[in-house]
């Protein structure tokens, strides 16, 4: 059985008096958590575990996969080892656990040897209930006969994705994550991931050798988090303006393609008032380590990133996620924006896309080294992504459809269920233009980009059009019924529908096999009509938006319990969602508890939390 060290933590005794092991689960969940019950699958996947089934568990992000291991761990004989890859992050999560006082350790290289030796007396003593280990470690000889002389409860590979060698984030060591079943047959493992296509699916069972584990999948839907995607003209400024208007003073997280963008992104938001700190691998270890930390400590932070940044940022009270260019597949959409609002509270993911974004990611594609098959896989990828973003029905449906989960109706909490785009009859706007591309690619060795090319559909006359005597076309002046913005968004959705190919390092359009079926075959064009103006949720403008659901004198007593939080965090050296949850602090809020008792029936306030932290809370209550 793992106990818990704090004195005013539970007994164990008290676990071990329970009749059956489901209630120790329950019993621990409550005690050492604080929450009521488990959530979707998490009840039965423990039970599994703690009886010493095999387990292979996918769950979207945030969706509470770590009490699948922690929870067992407690349960079970032994000290629980967690094999993790996110090394960087061991830290907090120790520091976590023990704010619940749970004993918890790590091994991996960051550490000085005398640290590491007396991590190793304590698993071996069986003084701790889990184990962090970084991935690496497992290649060892030794690390193998320090697992043979403590007492292993479980073994839990968490990112199990990580062996996939077609994912992207394959790492090489987790291929000797297979010696764990051979050389500890009867441990139980359990293997998570929130990336769950198929292939990568099957792919984890077979190289973890979980060919016998039970499989959960556990409900994809973050109902949560509100999916927007809306058209880029400047991307900048329609960030301050999405940020100010929606979510001031929220921690959140960007994610840009290119370092430079991610430096100039960082700097315009910090030069208009919003926190900011840039994170790409371009920045010495130091800084980047730094501004990593500064993010997870502080409230309200927003952290300006390419997509190196987030894997295992278990940040509870993100409360936005925003793409400034498009994402590379529909898997790393879902993952990037999963890092929203992991504390259930209201949070959005919200993107801007627009033409430049599908030229490049084809450019890139077409550029990208590798085979045929691999150019081919790619392409599919972005696809599906196009699809998504031109998509005129619901998004979150779309989502959820891609992981292999059917929903009927709208969601109600997505741009186009919130403003439903009108589709048109873009029939006649694609003939024009790509018999435009048409007349072009005849003129030999001359190729010319969207712009030049939307140019001679307005009838703008300049310099270039001259040169190449393209006001003397047909088709010169021909869109002029269109604007600018509109002719962009038809080659965009023309792209995007195959309809439109672009070739080569200067984005140059060219027709397709399906655009002759438009040309000549009478095929039919339907296109999505930009709504006007973009959704604007009414959202309360008086306070972050953890708080949004509060009655305004509750706001007032949730900032100042966020105060009290910020204030204790630093002293304690920990992240502000360490000693409790903005959840748990907007619960505090509503409720008024007047003594511990009643502060210890709010949902993640358990038994030791409410002794470290108890009489703080009620102090700060009896101020305001
Ligand atoms: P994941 O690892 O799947 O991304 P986490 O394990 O970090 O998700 O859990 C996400 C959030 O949900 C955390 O803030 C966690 O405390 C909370 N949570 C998990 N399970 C429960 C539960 N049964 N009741 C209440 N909150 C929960
Ligand atoms: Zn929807």
Known sequence: MGRVTAPEAFSPEGIADTDSESGAAQQVLHRVFGYDSFRGEQGAIVDHVVAGGDALVLMPTGGGKSLCYQVPALVRRGVGVVVSPLIALMQDQVDALSALGVRAGFLNSTQFPDERRTVEAQFVAGELDLLYLAPERLRSEATMQLLDRGTVSLFAIDEAHCVSQWGHDFRPDYLALSVLHERWPQVPRIALTATATEKTREEIVQRLDLGGARRFVADFDRSNIQYRIEPKNRADRQLLEFIRAEHPGDAGIVYCLSRNSVEKTAAFLTENGVSAVPYHAGLDNRTRAQNQARFLREDGLVVVATIAFGMGIDKPDVRFVAHLDLPKSVEGYYQETGRAGRDGLPSTAWMVYGLNDVVQQRKMID?????????????????????????????????????????????????????????????????????????????????????????????????????????????????????????????????????????????????????????????????????????????????????????????????KLREWRAATAKEQGVPAYVVFHDAALRDIAALKPRDLTELGTVSGVGENKLARYGEGVLATLAEV
Not at 453 to 465: F, M, Q, R, T, V
Not at 497 to 504: I, N
């Open 367 to 559: 550029s990208s080294e590798g085979d045929a098959a691999h150019r081919r896989q790619l392409q599919l990828h972005l696809d599906a992504m196009l699809a998504l973003c031109e998509t005129v029905s619901c998004r979150r449906a779309r989502l959820l459809a891609y992981f292999g989960q059917n929903t009927t109706g709208s969601c109600g909490n997505c741009d186009t269920c919130l403003t439903p785009p009108e589709s048109w009859d873009g029939t006649v706007a694609a003939q024009k233009l790509l018999s435009t591309v048409l007349r072009l690619e005849r003129e030999r060795g001359q190729r010319f980009g969207a712009g030049h090319l939307i140019d001679i559909l307005l009838g703008k006359s300049n310099p270039k059009i001259v040169q190449h005597a393209h006001h003397e076309l047909t088709v010169f002046g021909v869109g002029a019924d269109l604007r600018d913005t509109e002719w962009r968004g038809v080659v965009r959705q023309l792209l995007a529908q195959g309809l439109l190919a672009v070739r080569g390092e200067y984005g140059v359009l060219t027709l397709t096999e399906a655009s002759d079926e438009v040309l000549f075959g009478g095929r039919e064009v339907r296109l999505r009509r930009e709504p006007e103006r973009a959704v604007k949720q009414a959202r309360s403008a008086r306070g972050p938006k953890a708080a949004a659901d509060l009655a305004p004198a509750d706001v007032a007593i949730f900032e």
